[in-house]
């Protein structure tokens, strides 16, 4: 697959796997003498030998009244390769960047086809420079070039036409957010650039190092526990034995022990109904009553809940419908509308409270009921939008979940539902504006999505160079190189099948 972008107004850049092109029109440079195009190329080449930074062409030939700069491209990588990076990855490349714009006596094309990564030395390379016979158009100085690539490798957007939006940018946090409108609005030479960088930079470092040095002496700390551990055991094992109390000296337990152990008993039964706090209150409403002045005719509701420590879940529901559903407290209308729902008596449980319809369709969703959620629609007067939202769930309707995502009420697993919708579709600006719409940028879905967005783009990264390895592989005739790609492309399908997984 070659890849083409307009360069140098009257240019173009060609990327063909590992090779990069740049032809220009003969007509563009000063001289239409091949002999001097190839010299000036040479002189200005070694005004930079040294300099890692530059890479040099392999080939200046003239075909089709256009010259041509072949240059290799094995073992780097595109400047777009850079979003799929984790923002303390990127710094070292962005001194690189400065460091070349602060070079005034070289003038390289300021456009990001023309910048490659060298992963193994971290560094950015060039490759078109001005020479005497060649100049290059660049439309902004290089400190707003230099502005604009920074924003490019940390936005999803490929062009920079003014101040980008916080949903731009594939990290949100607040320190790339900071650091970002520090590039971009403050500073005003690329020496404080290069300043503001190197800081940051040393911050990260100090951070690393300073968690490096924590982890160590948690380490460490273990250690030392489990040798305390292991003689405070010696120790106790050479202390002398005691004969036991006798029974009669053993101390009577409080009076309040027994409620103590009521109260623990009954958090027991809240596991077991799924109730919690709910059935909590309303053992605490039971035993005012008793504690008050009731008459014999009066449900003595700890008795009730004391049957359903004992694990007799009909009696409760039974006495609990012995009374007018009106006439029980609130958390004990609670606790019945509860075990209707856990016994899937749902027609009887949205009769006491009808907007328990979300709740009903959310446990069916979850449990990947679909005939339940089916048989819950057929109970309603009119269609829900609560249920074809979770039945849509269930059968990973994307569409439809987008559709109905502003017409639910959203517990923390419909966001999440809404996300891997738009995260299947690879929507993620519309996921971000609809954390946006809602106020959950400040929470951790909006991490999951930058994540799948990063992960996006590594994958599509990931793809584009194992079309090109494939290619090689079928076109190129020296074995080493094969081979050498052959590698590569192993190890490009194992990274795609860890994406899959986490996916």
């Keep these: 697959m070659v890849i083409r972008t307009i360069a140098n107004r009257v240019g173009t850049i060609e990327v063909d796997q590992n090779a990069f092109y740049f032809l220009q029109p003969l007509t563009a440079f000063k001289t239409e003498e091949m002999e001097q195009i190839e010299r000036a190329y040479e002189k200005q080449m070694q005004q930079v030998t040294g300099d890692p930074t530059f890479l040099s062409a392999q080939e200046i030939s003239f075909q089709s009244g256009q010259v041509r700069f072949e240059y290799d491209l094995t073992d780097l990588h595109s400047f777009d390769v850079l979003k799929a990076m984790a923002f303390e990855d990127k710094l070292t490349y962005y001194l690189s960047l400065v460091q070349l714009a602060r070079q005034s006596e070289v003038n390289v094309l300021w456009q990001k086809e023309n910048f490659v990564l060298n992963k193994e030395e971290s560094l950015l ?11 290059l158009s660049n439309e902004k100085d290089r400190l707003m070039a230099v502005k604009e690539l920074i924003i490019i490798s940390l936005t999803r957007l490929n062009q920079v036409y003014g101040r980008p939006r916080r949903t731009d940018f594939l990290e949100q ?80 337990p409080a009076a309040g022990g027994n409620k103590k152990l009521f109260v623990g008993v009954a958090a027991v039964l809240l596991a077991a109904f799924g109730l919690n706090v709910v059935l909590t209150q309303a053992t605490e409403n039971a035993q005012e009553t008793e504690l008050g002045e009731g008459t014999d005719g009066e449900l003595n509701l700890t008795d009730v809940y004391r049957d359903g420590l004992l694990g007799d879940t009909e009696s409760v529901l039974e006495s609990l419908e012995s009374v007018d559903y009106s006439e029980l407290q609130p958390a004990d209308q609670e606790v019945l509308n509860r075990l209707y729902i856990k016994q899937g008596e749902y027609e009887k449980a949205l009769r006491n409270q009808p907007e328990l319809i979300g709740t009903i369709a959310e446990q069916l969703s979850r449990e990947g009921d679909v005939e339940g959620l089916e048989n819950l629609q057929e109970m309603t007067d009119e269609p829900s939008e609560v249920i074809e939202f979770e039945l849509a769930a269930v059968e990973e309707e994307w569409t439809r979940i987008i559709e109905l995502r502003n017409r639910v009420e959203l517990t923390d697993r419909r966001v999440e539902t809404v996300l891997a919708a738009f995260t299947a579709e690879k929507d993620f600006q519309g996921a971000k504006g609809f954390l946006e719409k809602h106020n959950l940028t400040d929470k951790k879905f909006m991490s999951s999505v930058l994540e799948a967005e990063k992960e996006a783009l590594q994958l599509e990264e990931l793809q584009v160079e194992k079309q090109k390895l494939k290619e090689t592989i079928e076109k190129e005739n020296d074995k080493k190189v094969s081979k050498k790609a052959e590698e590569r492309l192993k190890e490009i399908n194992q990274e795609i099948e860890e994406i899959a997984e986490r996916e």
Aim: charged share 35%; hydrophobic share 35%; proline share 3%.
């Design 125 to 135: 390379h060039a490759m078109v420079t001005e020479n005497d016979v060649m100049p």
């Design 173 to 252: 946090s607040d320190e790339v957010i900071r650091f970002a409108e520090t590039i971009y609005l403050r500073l005003q030479s690329l020496e404080e650039m290069e300043s503001y960088i190197s800081d940051v930079f040393n911050q990260v470092e100090e951070k690393k190092k300073a968690k490096q040095q924590e982890l160590e002496l948690a380490k460490q700390n273990q250690t030392k526990w489990s040798v305390t551990m292991a003689s405070l055991r010696e120790s106790l094992q050479r202390l002398p034995s005691f004969n036991k109390k006798p029974k009669e000296n053993r101390t009577k």
